[in-house]
Each structure stands twice: as C-alpha cells, then as structure tokens.
C-alpha cells in the first residue's frame, strides 16, 4: 500500500523552529562567485565575498561555524586552460569559523609551477554553526 504525505510546515515540537536532525548534517553554506570576484552570483548564509587576489576568494559567512574545523569543497566551470585541462579548485587552510577560502590554480603542464587563476567559483561549507 502506497502513502502520501501532504503538508505546508514542519516545526519543532513546541512549533516554533525548524526540526532538528539526528545523526545528519547538511549544508551550511554555499557561494557562486563570477570570475572577477567583485560580487556574489548566488548563496546561501554567505554575507560577503572578499577578492583577496588572483586565483584567490573569500566567502565571509553570515552565521559563524562552531571552529575553523570543518569541511568545504569548491568547483569551477571548465575555463578552457592552454593545457586543455579545468583546473581545481583548492581550499586554503586558512578557513577561521567565520570565513574560509577558495585558492583557484592548475599545474602547469611544463614548468610544474602552480598558475593562479581567477574563474568563477562553486563552493560549500559543511560542518557545525554556532
């Protein structure tokens, strides 16, 4: 036999916040930011973007993480590099509980030095609030 369940709000149990979950965790936050970093494309619990330099952004949260212990990943859309390869995004561990970094570079193929690169930026935040 099949169920639905239909409803508008789910709430706490005295009905006045979210429901908590057990055992699970979601995202905390998450930031697009366009190539030149002057602004923020969309976002979630993100207050500001910082362009700290070339290759380099800082998502300023909104709500605090509980430490600087918790994860974040970043991707960015496959900006066509003379080595044919997307380059990856890398988080710095400069991260702080209200702030984290996306350090954006690839390998170069001959020099094997890193090149930093500004594109735009996909990252999320996981872990802990406040």
Known sequence: ???V????TIADKAGTGPVA???QTTIKAFCQAP???ASITSSFNIASLTDVGAGNNQPNLTNSMSSSNYGTLGTLNDPGIDNGDSAPVVTSGANSASQY???VGYVHPTSANIVA???KTHSI???DLA
């Open 125 to 127: 935040a996981t872990g």
């Open 1 to 3: 036999m099949t169920s």
């Open 117 to 119: 690169l500004d594109y």
């Open 5 to 8: 369940l239909n409803v508008d």
């Open 101 to 103: 970094e996306n350090n």
């Open 21 to 23: 979950l057990t055992k």
């Open 35 to 37: 190539a030149d970093n």
